[in-house]
């Protein structure tokens, strides 16, 4: 069955640190893979995305991740954390277009930013 | 490009009514798709519509239900509604029309419903 994990339910950085948040999926084939962005009472919003081509993606904000499709992983990276990257982090996987037209969410993890 | 708006963002309303939720997707998006947002569960799909027509669902009994217009604004309607029902419900949108930009949602704020 096809699956995200968010290993970590919580994580806590210094301001200035760096930041890795580890998503890994369960998918028949190569997923279109996502990071969304909560902040308190909010919608989400769209970070990054992954559908084909360089592994290496860049989104908004100084966010990137990687996708490695030998550990099933997309891993979400900043190379330093402000306070305002305080929020709850969501992967998804998607399927390809002839699939079944359904999001998988990760469960999340919550990020607290120390000054 | 106006975003994924979402009426009304608060509401509260008591055991065994009912309750209908609005989406106005982003121009020219014609799939929709419900979500519902707990802190025990998670995101949970709701279901999907595309073309006023609902292709896919989650788990969820009967009482959720949700409809399409024609010009893709959806709804979604909880009957007798229990505790279990509150909730952070967010509604998404995409084209759907193939390329880089298929699959890709884009959320709107939600509504938040407290049952009582």
């Known amino acids: 069955a096809q699956s995200v994990t968010q290993p970590d339910i919580h994580i806590t950085v210094s301001e200035g640190a760096s930041l890795e948040l580890r998503c890994n999926y369960s998918?028949?084939?190569?997923?279109?893979l996502f990071w969304y962005v909560q902040s308190p009472g909010q919608g989400l919003q769209l970070l990054l995305k992954?559908?084909?081509?360089?592994?290496l993606v860049q989104g908004i904000k100084g966010f990137e991740a990687e996708f490695k499709r030998s550990q099933s992983s997309f891993n979400l990276r900043k190379p330093s954390v402000h306070w305002s990257d305080a929020a709850e982090y969501f992967c998804?996987?998607?399927?390809?277009?002839?699939?079944?037209?359904?999001?998988?969410f990760g469960t999340g993890t919550r990020l607290k930013v120390l000054a | 490009k106006a975003g994924v708006t979402q009426t009304p963002r608060y509401l509260i309303k008591t055991r065994g009514q009912q309750v209908t939720l609005s989406c106005s997707p982003i121009?020219?998006?014609?799939?929709v798709s419900w979500y519902q947002q707990t802190p025990g569960q998670g995101l949970q799909f709701l279901f999907e519509?595309?073309?006023?027509?609902?292709?896919n669902k989650g788990n969820f009994p009967g009482r959720f239900s949700g409809r399409q217009f024609s010009n893709s604004r959806s709804e979604m309607n909880v009957s007798t509604l229990e505790l279990g029902d509150s909730a952070l419900y967010l509604c998404?949108?995409?084209?759907?029309?193939?390329?880089?930009?298929?699959?890709?949602?884009?959320f709107g704020p939600g509504t938040r419903l407290l049952v009582l």
């Open positions: 998404a949108s995409s084209l759907e029309f193939g390329g880089e930009y298929q699959e890709t949602q884009y």
């Open positions: 998918y028949g084939a190569t997923p279109y």
């Open positions: 992954y559908f084909s081509g360089d592994t």
């Open positions: 998804a996987v998607g399927p390809p277009p002839s699939g079944t037209y359904k999001y998988i």
């Open positions: 121009s020219g998006h014609r799939s």
């Open positions: 519509y595309f073309s006023e027509t609902q292709r």
